[in-house]
């Protein structure tokens, strides 16, 4: 149990999550994984999301629980209606609602335009954006139905969207990648619009080199995590605990006025670097 800064400033010792029941989707590795641990730290129940390798998913259940808070895997492909309906109906049956949602599920089939086959196009679109749309509208539904719980949180929900710099960086080779998370931007931004009036919470968190299984080959030796390093003002690679405190923030009512925004988490990689020296 961490400590936590209330609005006024003041240090209390309660977490800053406590009470509240939250999804994390793609939570057996990397940002996932992390981000799940984090707000189990920070005092949620949390539903670990995976669709492949439950040993993994039963590792971040465990650690999570050591933690003094409940904690369950759910095998569920993000990008099926009825695998969605499904994971989120048994949280509001075992956990008895959903206070925050992180839709994290996401993966890349890179190819150049023209080896780039449709069904490399509809996997990304179908995991990446479906799937944020499918968790969305699910844990909407019960946030509607729930209501404002004053003792549990300012908002009825919070919704947080696992964007990524690419949703305003553009990136050859990877047009399946950066149009989905293009859309993750309009779909969140619209979503907020159309939730806030029922006291929902819409962001995003947008994250740029983390170092996870996703971008390996961009980090994993010393040649290619200079050339990365060049694009990061920061010159640090993320962790995936950067991100993770980041989603906590944000889910937290610290941030209760933050509707619609999308937090870029990225050492800098959105500043435009090759203009670092004029340009
Ligand atoms: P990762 O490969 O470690 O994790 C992705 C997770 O999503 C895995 O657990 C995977 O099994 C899961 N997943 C894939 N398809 C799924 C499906 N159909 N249903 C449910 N789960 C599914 O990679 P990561 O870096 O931790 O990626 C997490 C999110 O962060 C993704 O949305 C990714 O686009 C985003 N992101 C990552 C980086 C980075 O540098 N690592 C940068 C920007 C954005």
Request: proline share 4%; with cysteine.
């Amino acid at each position: 149990m961490g400590t936590s800064v209330s609005v006024d400033g003041q240090i209390t010792a309660f977490p800053l999550l406590r009470g509240q029941k939250a999804l994390v989707t793609g939570a057996n590795s990397g940002i996932g994984k992390a981000t799940a641990i984090g707000l189990g730290r920070m005092g949620a129940d949390v539903v670990v999301n995976y669709v492949a390798d439950r040993d993994a998913a039963e590792k971040v259940v465990q650690e999570i629980e050591s933690l003094g808070v409940r904690a369950y895997a759910h095998e569920a492909d993000v990008s099926s209606e009825d695998q969605v309906v499904g994971m989120v109906s048994r949280m509001v049956e075992e956990l008895g609602t959903i206070d925050i949602l992180v839709a994290n599920a996401g993966l890349q089939r890179d190819a150049p335009l023209t080896d780039m086959t449709v069904d490399q196009w509809h996997k990304v679109l179908d995991v990446n954006l479906t799937g944020q749309f499918l968790c969305a509208r699910e844990a909407a539904k019960e946030f509607l139905r729930r209501g404002v719980v004053p003792e549990v949180s300012s908002s009825a929900g919070k919704i947080i969207c696992m964007s990524s710099v690419h949703q305003i960086i553009p990136w050859a080779g990877h047009v399946n990648y950066a149009a989905s998370k293009g859309g993750v931007l309009m779909l969140m931004q619209t979503l907020a619009q159309e939730l806030a009036p029922h006291r929902i919470r819409v962001n995003a968190v947008a994250p740029g080199a983390i170092r996870t299984p996703i971008n390996r080959s961009a980090w994993d030796t010393p040649e290619a995590e200079a050339s990365l390093l060049s694009l990061i003002p920061y010159r640090r690679v993320g962790e995936p605990e950067d991100i993770a405190r980041a989603v906590a923030v944000l889910a937290s009512d610290l941030l209760d006025y933050v509707v619609g925004s999308t937090l870029y988490v990225d050492g800098g990689m959105t500043l435009f670097p090759g203009f670092a020296t004029g340009g």
